[in-house]
């Protein structure tokens, strides 16, 4: 009885698991989209790029390594 309880535990514990993975991955696509889509001006050129393509440094956004020197 104790063995079939423990295997019962377990199997419930590895679906939660399988459910908060199947649930989140969607989530983290939406975040992602959102956060590609904020556009970002390079305080040197003006050129809009994507946030997570900007380089940020002292609350300015620079489109390269080269406008941020
Ligand atoms: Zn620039």
């Keep these: ?3 079939i309880k423990l295997i ?5 514990v590895w679906m939660g698991f399988w459910l908060l993975k199947k649930f989140r991955k969607p989530i ?3 975040k992602q989209k959102s956060s590609s889509n904020i ?3 390079c ?3 003006k050129i809009h790029i994507p ?3 900007a380089i940020i440094q002292n609350n300015k956004a620079y489109c390269s390594k080269e406008h941020l020197e």
């Design 39 to 41: 556009m970002l001006a």
């Design 28 to 30: 983290d696509r939406i």
């Design 1 to 3: 009885m104790g063995i």
């Design 8 to 12: 019962i535990i377990v199997l419930f």
């Design 43 to 45: 305080s040197v050129c």
């Design 51 to 53: 946030r997570n393509e």
